[in-house]
């Protein structure tokens, strides 16, 4: 396998942007916020999220997205079977 150039998945990106996840964590009965890193929206407050890795299932994505970004680990996970929405 190899890997893309740098302008060649900067454009694909452009046409297809990568899948997603956002979290609405809580802990002690609080919402969980994360200062983002990366753009969009970069040193903002914001819900944990991320990109889903090829073959993730929805369990892994959110519990490895929530240890990498606050270091806490799901007990229960639900989700709210909305459809994902893409830009226009």
Known sequence: M???KQDQYNK???HMPPPCVNLLVTYQNKLIL???NNEPAKDTWFTPGGRIIKNETLEEV???VLSEETGLHPTTITHNNRRPSLPS
Do not use: D, G, N, Y
Request: no cysteine; proline share 0%.
């Open 2 to 4: 190899h890997a893309l």
């Open 12 to 14: 694909i990106k452009e």
């Open 34 to 36: 994360t200062i983002r």
């Open 62 to 64: 959110v519990k490895r």
